[in-house]
């Protein structure tokens, strides 16, 4: 078990146990098992196809840490998807997916959660893209909790999936087990709903609305030899991240509400653009950057002086996403001065999840 060490300032020392679990160990219900729900499996399989992520930004990330989900912030679906197929059985359950831990965890919540004492054979698909700030884990949950829900009846909420999902996130652990991570509800949001999202503190939506349609999106992924997940991405989220919090958390809320959602309501790609340019100095967002290095800040700001109307970093790297008018062969001669080429194109998904039963 690792003991990592959390500074948020000169007086601000404190030590966490990282600690590691079998699936099914820890489960937080949130008090949902106390209610009887009218269960009704239904016959067939339903699928579930969820977009991916951009995480554009944390708001405050002395709100959040690995067991508590939190911190707000903003984010927006892309047309890069990951499919969850579900039946229910009598008792026994399987999962067809090479990350089955944290679906079989998952599993466990919700039949706790509802009392649902059958089985279920899940299949998963997910879109490849792991640890580049695509969002593969949070995609991969909400298309298989909304499945399994949709399979027994529908007796949740998508907000209650939403949070059973974020008090219950987990990643695979070295010692092969399962360990809390980072959550904010950013990602199960905008997979629900598609468009962009504004979160607040413990997950709760603030706002949602759709975003830049019609748009493409090109997304660069630098090489990088820093890691973006595990012991890494803890020290990074957790000590000079909260530092940079605590100075900018006001200005980033105040961007939020008076400059971007007015933005977003008018279509404003370029405005937008401006706003999140703006952000990738401030808070954490900053030392999310700066994990890569400069040359992260270089690439972007190539991008900006090429006249490109939004550009930003996902979550903790090292991937940047460009929304434009502009076609591919340009956007590869703008990206070839700097050595980068686009990995994948694709568009916001302004639709959320799609549902579909067959059988």
């Known amino acids: 078990?690792?003991?990592?060490?959390?500074?948020?300032?000169?007086?601000?020392?404190?030590?966490?146990?990282?600690?590691?679990?079998?699936?099914?160990?820890?489960?937080?219900?949130?008090?949902?098992?106390?209610?009887?729900?009218?269960?009704?499996?239904?016959?067939g399989t339903i699928r579930v196809r969820a977009p991916a992520r951009i995480h554009l930004t944390v708001l405050d990330m002395n709100r959040f840490a690995p067991d508590h989900a939190g911190g707000g912030g903003v984010g927006f679906a892309i047309q890069i998807y990951c499919t969850a197929e579900v039946s229910c059985t009598k008792k026994e359950t399987t999962i067809d997916y090479e990350r089955a831990k944290i679906v079989e965890n998952f599993v466990a919540v919700f039949k706790k959660a509802v009392g649902y004492t059958g089985g279920f054979t899940i299949k998963v698909t997910d879109h490849k893209h792991r640890h580049v700030g695509l969002g593969s884990t949070s995609t991969?949950?909400?298309?298989?909790?909304?499945?399994?829900?949709?399979?027994?009846?529908?007796?949740?909420?998508?907000?209650?999936?939403?949070?059973?999902?974020?008090?219950?996130?987990?990643?695979?652990?070295?010692?092969?087990?399962?360990?809390?991570?980072?959550?904010?509800?950013?990602?199960?949001?905008?997979?629900?709903?598609?468009?962009?999202?504004?979160?607040g503190d413990e997950l709760s939506l603030a706002y949602h609305h759709a975003f830049a349609e019609g748009k493409k999106v090109y997304i660069v992924i630098p090489s990088s030899d820093i890691?973006?997940?595990?012991?890494?991405?803890?020290?990074?989220?957790?000590?000079?991240?909260?530092?940079?919090?605590?100075?900018?958390?006001?200005?980033?809320?105040?961007?939020?509400?008076?400059?971007?959602?007015?933005?977003?309501?008018?279509?404003?790609?370029?405005?937008?653009?401006?706003?999140?340019?703006?952000?990738?100095?401030?808070?954490?967002?900053?030392?999310?950057?700066?994990?890569?290095?400069?040359?992260?800040?270089?690439?972007?700001?190539?991008?900006?002086?090429?006249?490109?109307?939004?550009?930003?970093?996902?979550?903790?790297?090292?991937?940047?996403?460009?929304?434009t008018d502009k076609d591919q062969k340009t956007i590869e001669k703008i990206l070839k001065p700097v050595g980068l080429k686009i990995a994948i194109v694709t568009k916001v998904d302004n639709k959320g999840l799609q549902v579909t039963r067959t059988g």
């Open 227 to 323: 890691s973006s997940a595990g012991t890494q991405e803890f020290d990074l989220l957790m000590n000079k991240a909260r530092n940079l919090d605590y100075m900018d958390r006001e200005l980033k809320a105040y961007m939020f509400l008076m400059d971007l959602i007015p933005a977003l309501e008018r279509g404003d790609l370029k405005k937008i653009g401006d706003i999140i340019w703006e952000i990738e100095f401030r808070g954490s967002k900053r030392a999310e950057v700066e994990h890569h290095s400069f040359r992260i800040y270089h690439y972007m700001s190539s991008l900006r002086e090429a006249k490109l109307e939004f550009v930003g970093m996902s979550s903790v790297g090292p991937s940047i996403a460009v929304i």
């Open 140 to 199: 991969v949950m909400i298309a298989v909790a909304t499945a399994l829900n949709q399979a027994v009846g529908s007796p949740l909420t998508n907000t209650q999936l939403r949070h059973l999902i974020g008090r219950n996130y987990v990643e695979e652990s070295a010692d092969g087990n399962i360990a809390f991570g980072f959550e904010t509800g950013v990602g199960p949001a905008v997979s629900t709903y598609g468009g962009m999202a504004v979160m």
């Open 1 to 43: 078990m690792a003991k990592m060490m959390i500074r948020g300032g000169d007086l601000d020392l404190v030590e966490y146990e990282f600690l590691t679990f079998p699936p099914g160990k820890n489960l937080k219900t949130l008090g949902l098992e106390k209610k009887k729900y009218a269960l009704k499996p239904v016959k």
